[in-house]
């Protein structure tokens, strides 16, 4: 293997060590401070005392809804530390104050110039700690008409084109609405260019030692990612038309996901995509095995002609054998060949793929609190020198005040107590 | 550039450029870089401090790491695809390859990792991104529904389409938020493919104020909408009744209407509306202009974020087949032209046979 892991690669510091953030993000951008604290960063989330809102959103450990047993903020807050901070209150600015000169970078999703009127704005912070990176991710950044609305994880999707692009045939449902995919992706991919803009501006501090404001626009993610219905309107006209379970495009193209056997569904490539000659006999060979390879292994499609001449037949034999065997054995079968098929699968599948396992993608997380171990999906890359990694589930409410107020801004504890009582953390 | 990588000379010329870079980042099939000897461990040898971003399918590390990808495919293999989609129908999955942008993106996010790992320790290293692996934790808590409470993933009303909840299905959280109503999208004035706009009432607060917005209709105000859970009870017929009410206004108007009443909505926005209508995205000058050297000047997407003292540009649009091969060899490796026409002639640079591009004589000219 070409990076492997060494025996305490466990045991490193991730690549962002030594790097403090504060963050001040809901479901806009706290996939943006896993992400930092999955690599090493101290994130310190700072939340209103009782806790923030993201924590009544569910699914909820065994379906019992309490603010420490949100799945939602389980997922997204892995890795940090948690203080309460009633940022609203002199004192808890006092406090945000101090623990603004020693962080390196602050992350907030609040409205656009909420942070001001508390006096904690850029300009405010900045003269405290001119290394401070802050970045604002805000759904429609902080300038422009639009930049007050109000939103959601569906309105950045059916704003930002995705939904344009996502739906049906009709003829596979007619009337069908455009649909906007799950799984939170709007908050997703801001919070990648957030985390994009926050590393640039990191590097340059490293080269030049100031930090900078950044004004990071949900909107504007989400309208970059539509990979090519942009620049097909910009340079075609042309608006493109929704297909099922395959790319949106102006033409109709042809379909590339199949039911399987056991009533799954596999994602393959267009019939002619890298068939060449030999790829489609040892493909027929293969399916030859489930007597399914029809006369795909006759001689006459040695030839790259013959093959093109062919292809509605050829897809008809692909798609009478995906309905055949089960999904798993389907997509298997052309990525064996050399094709990049995919079964559509679900969490179901997915926790038991070995490929994951070898991996370590899997990571094992402890809940001491519940005197239980769960499993949490890990980082998608393996940084050889320094492991992307959870090194902790997501913080109980005010878990770290007493560490970090007392401990390292050397508050009393009685002091916090009264702090507590005043409704300051 | 261009460069035959698997011509001697083409190899010695990748070899002298990896070794004066401060990032190799490549998105072939494992072990490819490998076996033309441009694998990490051996340019390592050439710069120790390097960082390599490879961007596979699989990844590198796994048994399947020769499996490949494409968009299409990591989203299915992800639970990307399987989320998306009406109960009861086909997965309608993604439009484009959203495992294709967003694994270039992380490709930038590893890239920029490790430069700052390398500016902390001086050390570098290869990382092994996986676009399929990246898809999964972007289900959100869809994972942790499934190792945490044991919940199957393939069940009764879901995915619920645009609905935060299926009508008549169990009340379990779909991954995208609060479970709420109404939540959906509902067709515009106009009825043309894209007049849809969507809404969202997050609390029995917003949905009042929707009702204001639509002129407390009878319907509306009936005891049975007035709660989260009667609203959910009743979703069906809440829904019509917004889309009724929807069907009488432009998308954006309605838009615009909502919005100043402090109500979640907003248009379904094609490519063409982005470009042509958005003016949140002119307002912040999202749509700039480039000159491409063939086809004139055009729009291009800009960067979705703004950084106040080094801020993000595109200074130049994607390069012409080999446009700047003969500026690399001869302004970092110090090639002279006749190495590079020569390079041209015997396949180092060019493919023997085919027609150069009129730019290209121009340049070795």
């Known amino acids: 293997m070409s990076a492997p892991h060494t025996e305490d690669h466990s045991a490193l510091p991730g690549p962002l060590a030594g790097l403090r953030v504060l963050e001040l993000a809901d479901a806009k951008g706290q996939f943006c401070g896993k992400l930092m604290a999955d690599l090493g960063a101290d994130v310190l989330k700072i939340e209103p005392p009782g806790g923030q809102h993201t924590r009544l959103v569910g699914p909820f450990l065994d379906d019992i809804p309490h603010r ?8 997204y807050n892995t890795s940090k530390r948690g203080l309460t901070l009633n940022l609203e209150h002199p004192d808890g600015q006092a406090l945000f104050r101090r623990l603004v000169s020693t962080a390196d970078i602050v992350l907030e999703t609040f409205p656009p110039g909420y942070l001001a009127t508390l006096g904690l704005g850029y300009d405010a912070l900045a003269p405290l700690n001119p ?50 995919p799950g799984g939170g992706n709007a908050w997703h991919i801001g ?5 994009m803009a926050i590393m640039a501006a990191v590097y340059y501090r490293d080269m030049t030692g100031v930090g900078q404001y950044i004004d990071a626009s949900i909107h504007e993610a989400c309208a970059l990612t539509t990979e090519a219905a942009g620049t097909t309107y910009i340079y075609t006209g042309k608006v493109v038309q929704r297909h099922t379970g395959r790319a949106a495009s102006f033409d109709k193209s042809e379909p590339t996901q199949f039911m399987t056997k056991d009533g799954l569904w596999v994602n393959t490539t267009r019939t002619g995509f890298n068939l060449t000659p030999a790829r489609l006999r040892r493909l027929a060979t293969m399916m030859e095995q489930y007597g399914l390879a029809q006369d795909l292994l006759d001689e006459k499609y040695q030839n790259r002609a013959t093959i093109q001449e062919n292809l509605a037949h050829i897809a008809e034999v692909l798609e009478h054998f995906f309905t055949s065997v089960p999904q798993e054995d389907a997509w298997r079968a052309g990525q064996e060949q050399g094709l990049p098929w995919g079964g559509v699968r679900s969490m179901d599948e997915i926790i038991d793929d070995p490929h994951l396992h070898d991996r370590d993608f899997f990571t094992e997380v402890e809940h001491p609190e519940l005197g239980r171990r769960f499993i949490y999906p890990g980082g998608a ?10 090194c902790r589930r997501a913080p109980l409410i005010g878990e770290h005040n007493v560490e970090i107020f007392c401990g390292e801004l050397g508050l009393q504890r009685e002091k916090l107590t009264l702090l507590a009582e005043s409704g300051v953390i | 550039m261009t460069l035959n990588i698997r011509t001697p000379r083409g190899l010695e010329i990748a070899k002298r450029l990896a070794a004066m ?45 020769h499996y490949t990808t494409m968009g299409p495919s990591a989203q299915a293999l992800s639970g990307q695809t399987f989320l998306s989609g009406l109960p009861g129908q086909p997965p309608a999955g993604w439009g484009w390859s959203y495992l294709d942008d967003t694994g270039g993106m992380y490709g930038v996010m590893c890239a920029l990792t490790a430069l700052r790992h390398r500016n ?27 190792t945490v409470n044991g919940r199957p993933a393939r069940r009764e009303g879901y995915p619920p389409g645009n609905r935060a909840v299926w009508p008549g299905a169990p009340l379990l959280n779909n991954y995208r938020g609060p479970t709420v109503a109404p939540h959906n999208a509902y067709r515009t004035q106009g009825g043309g493919y894209n007049d849809w706009c969507v809404i969202a009432c997050f609390s029995d607060h917003e949905w009042q104020n929707l009702v204001g917005v639509m002129g407390s209709p009878t319907w509306a105000t009936d005891a049975k909408f007035t709660t989260l859970s009667e609203r959910i009870q009743h979703q069906e017929e809440l829904d019509q009744g917004i889309e009724h009410w929807t069907q009488t206004l432009e998308k954006y108007a309605l838009t615009e209407t909502c919005q100043a009443a402090g109500v979640r909505a907003m248009a379904v926005q094609s490519a063409e509306d982005r470009v042509e209508h958005d003016p949140q995205l002119r307002a912040r000058g999202f749509y700039a202009e480039l000159d491409h050297p063939l086809l004139g000047r055009r729009k291009i997407q800009g960067i979705p974020f703004k950084l106040s003292r080094s801020p993000a540009e595109i200074y130049w649009p994607a390069p012409l087949i080999g446009q700047h091969t003969r500026a690399v060899l001869e302004e970092l490796l110090g090639l002279s032209v006749q190495d590079i026409r020569d390079g041209y002639a015997d396949g180092t640079l060019w493919p023997t046979g085919m027609p150069m591009y009129p730019y290209i004589e121009e340049a070795l000219a």
């Open chain 2, 120 to 146: 902390a320790t001086g050390q570098g290293q290869h990382v092994d991104l996986s676009q399929m692996t990246m898809g999964i934790t972007l289900t959100g808590a869809a994972f942790l529904d499934r």
């Open chain 1, 191 to 195: 919070s990648h260019f957030a985390y």
């Open chain 1, 131 to 180: 290394r401070l990176i802050m970045c604002s991710l805000t759904p429609f950044g902080q300038t422009g008409p639009w930049r007050d609305f109000v939103s959601s994880d569906l309105l950045q999707l059916a704003a930002g084109g995705q939904m344009s692009c996502c739906g049906y045939d009709p003829e596979d449902v007619p009337d069908a609405p455009p649909i906007a």
């Open chain 1, 68 to 75: 420490e047993r949100s799945l939602f903020f389980w997922h």
């Open chain 1, 381 to 390: 890359a393996i940084y050889n020198a320094s492991p992307w990694r959870i």
């Open chain 2, 21 to 65: 870079s401060d990032i190799v980042i490549e998105n072939f099939s494992s072990r490819v870089m490998q076996k033309w000897g441009l694998g990490y461990a051996e340019l390592r040898q050439l710069r120790p401090d390097m960082i390599y971003v490879s961007m596979a399918g699989f990844g590198h590390i796994g048994r399947n790491h």
